[in-house]
């Protein structure tokens, strides 16, 4: 099946202004703890990807949304700078997240109540960064989500429509 499939690098533009990053997460697919992946994308280059189990029990969906948004955020993050230096441009990072919870948190900062406040200051951390300009988050619909393959087991048809989503870029 996956002896056609290869890697392919594709010239930049020079007009790349925005590293693309696509984080998703799974609650607790088997139990347990939940599962995460994030795609870093430079055009249509994929830069790094990552697929995990969390190492914290989330307790709603948002919350291992939100793990896997700040996960993918760091490992972005610490990228970016060799990549600003190698290309000799300032880039921001533009995070597609398909859970609007996530994004209502971040926005909003959350409440302050006992049951909620290591949530607030993980998107404490990511409205700092929007803040700051470095960061910009979008909702995406589930279906074109491109690290939703990194977080559960798909069928072969799958799999497939995420691979051309990937190169269809």
């Given at each position: 099946?996956?002896?056609?499939?290869?890697?392919?690098?594709?010239?930049l533009?020079?007009?790349?202004?925005?590293?693309?990053?696509?984080?998703?997460?799974?609650?607790?697919?088997?139990?347990?703890?939940?599962?995460?992946?994030?795609?870093?994308?430079?055009?249509?280059?994929?830069?790094?990807?990552?697929?995990?189990?969390?190492?914290?029990?989330?307790l709603?969906?948002?919350?291992?949304?939100?793990?896997?948004?700040?996960?993918?955020?760091?490992?972005?993050?610490s990228?970016?700078h060799?990549i600003?230096e190698?290309?000799?441009?300032?880039?921001r990072?533009?995070?597609f997240?398909?859970?609007?919870?996530?994004?209502?948190?971040?926005?909003?900062?959350?409440?302050?109540?006992?049951?909620?406040?290591?949530?607030s200051?993980?998107a404490?951390?990511?409205?700092?960064?929007?803040?700051?300009?470095?960061?910009?988050?979008?909702?995406?619909?589930?279906?074109s989500?491109?690290?939703?393959?990194?977080?559960?087991?798909?069928?072969?048809?799958q799999?497939?429509?995420?691979?051309?989503?990937?190169?269809?870029?």
């Open positions: 099946f996956s002896f056609n499939l290869a890697l392919r690098i594709y010239p533009t020079g007009s790349e202004t925005f590293v693309e990053l696509h984080t998703d997460a799974s609650l607790a697919p088997q139990g347990g703890k939940s599962h995460q992946g994030f795609i870093m994308m430079l055009g249509k280059n994929v830069i790094t990807w990552g697929s995990s189990r969390q190492k914290l029990h989330s709603s969906s948002a919350e291992c949304e939100l793990i896997a948004a700040v996960h993918g955020a760091q490992t972005t993050l990228l970016l060799m600003q190698y290309m000799q441009k300032k880039l990072i533009h995070q997240v398909d859970n609007e919870a996530v994004l209502c948190v971040v926005k909003t900062g959350g409440s302050s109540s006992n049951r909620t406040r290591h949530l200051m993980r404490f951390w990511l409205r700092h960064l929007v803040g700051m300009d470095l960061l910009r988050m979008t909702h995406v619909d589930t279906k989500q491109r690290a939703d393959s990194l977080t559960k087991g798909l069928t072969c048809t799999l497939v429509r995420d691979q051309l989503n990937l190169v269809m870029h």
